[in-house]
């Protein structure tokens, strides 16, 4: 069971920071927060996860709140090539489960 | 480094024929998974291997569908026979572990129509 919940959808401005939100107020204290999108016709690609701490990569930013009832996936500079479906998951029982995620629009 | 290669990309066939997908993981990955994503949802794991064994295999339909993960490196997964509710797209997925910190990568998938 998806133990997440995002937006079904948003739109951001090319250039500027896209801000994604994610609820997961009943993970558990060893869960991981992954983040992954996807472009159509491609599988998912891997983007960020963390546990407690903020973490970055050439990606993106992962911010999880002190409670990790909650975190953000920043994308510091929007493209259009970033328009897909980030799907934020609580890997829990050593599984990757997959709900809606949130249709990001990238828009000129 | 090479991704998660599958092929073949696309595949057609007709209900009741059989049908089956091949996945190459990233070098060196320990674990394999096999996903069924259905049009405007997100991936349901099928199966998932740890090296040639199989850890869980909760989800799949075994009426119909196998895999197997020979020699610990490749995998096949097939079904037989195909009904309608199976058209999708089948991802494959690896990880150098079943941990919560080693992350999956997933190739581009096979996408199966059944007519």
């Not at chain 1, 891997?46 to 909650?70: F, P, Q, V, W």
């Not at chain 1, 259009?80 to 828009?107: E, M, N």
């Not at chain 2, 040639?52 to 097939?78: I, Y």
Request: aromatic residues 8%.
């Amino acid at each position: 069971d998806a133990k997440t919940t995002q937006p079904p959808s948003m739109d951001c401005a090319e250039g500027r920071a896209a801000n994604l939100p994610c609820n997961h107020s009943t993970i558990s204290g060893n869960e991981y927060v992954y983040w992954y999108r996807q472009i159509h016709s491609q599988g998912p690609q891997y983007i960020i996860h963390g546990l407690k701490n903020n973490e970055t990569n050439e990606m993106a930013s992962l911010i999880i709140t002190e409670d990790r009832k909650s975190s953000t996936l920043i994308l510091p500079h929007a493209t259009l090539r970033d328009t897909a479906v980030y799907y934020c998951i609580a890997f829990h029982d050593y599984k990757l489960s997959f709900g809606a995620g949130t249709t990001v629009t990238v828009r000129a | 480094e090479a991704g998660v290669a599958q092929s073949p990309r696309y595949k057609i066939i007709e209900k009741r024929q059989s049908v089956a997908f091949w996945c190459n993981p990233i070098s060196g990955h320990a674990t394999l998974y096999w996903y069924q994503q259905i049009l405007g949802q997100g991936p349901k794991l099928l199966i998932q291997f740890q090296n040639n064994g199989v850890v869980d295999d909760s989800q799949l339909p075994k009426d119909r569908f196998s895999a197997e993960r020979l020699k610990g490196v490749d995998s096949t997964l097939k079904i037989q026979p195909a009904k309608l509710e199976d058209s999708a797209v089948y991802l494959c997925a690896s990880s150098s572990g079943e941990s919560g910190n080693q992350p999956q990568h997933f190739g581009d998938g096979t996408r199966l129509s059944i007519l």
